[in-house]
């Protein structure tokens, strides 16, 4: 339950980041001055904790999702299998957010 409860919580974090990641968007292919004020924000602490919290949803609720297809198709349906393939995709979100905060610090 657990799993499933996080994976509604990535979706809401990355629907959340539209705007973030539309203004990103603009302001690299815009004028020199917006580029800058981007690429400094980008820099910024805030800016990191933000890039980490939305690639910690994206990784998350991708492994999660390839689970639930998976589930969806009728493989691993038991009860222990749910939670040892929970256990598998906390732990593989885990190591790769681990990951993506030594490569973006």
């Known amino acids: 339950m657990l799993a499933s409860l996080a994976h509604r919580a990535s979706g809401m974090m990355l629907v959340l980041f539209i705007p973030v990641y539309l203004w990103l968007l603009h302001a690299m292919t815009g004028a020199p001055e917006d580029f800058a004020?981007?690429?400094?924000?980008l820099h910024l602490p805030l800016g990191r904790i933000v890039?980490?919290?939305?690639?910690?949803s994206l990784i998350y609720h991708i492994v999660n999702g390839v689970r639930f297809l998976c589930l969806?198709?009728?493989w691993g349906e038991s009860r222990e299998m749910?939670?040892?393939t929970a256990r598998v995709t906390i732990g593989i979100g885990v190591v790769a957010v681990t990951i993506l905060g030594v490569a973006l610090w």
């Open 37 to 41: 004020a981007a690429r400094a924000w």
């Open 51 to 56: 890039l980490w919290l939305v690639g910690a």
């Open 72 to 74: 969806d198709a009728g």
């Open 82 to 84: 749910m939670r040892f």
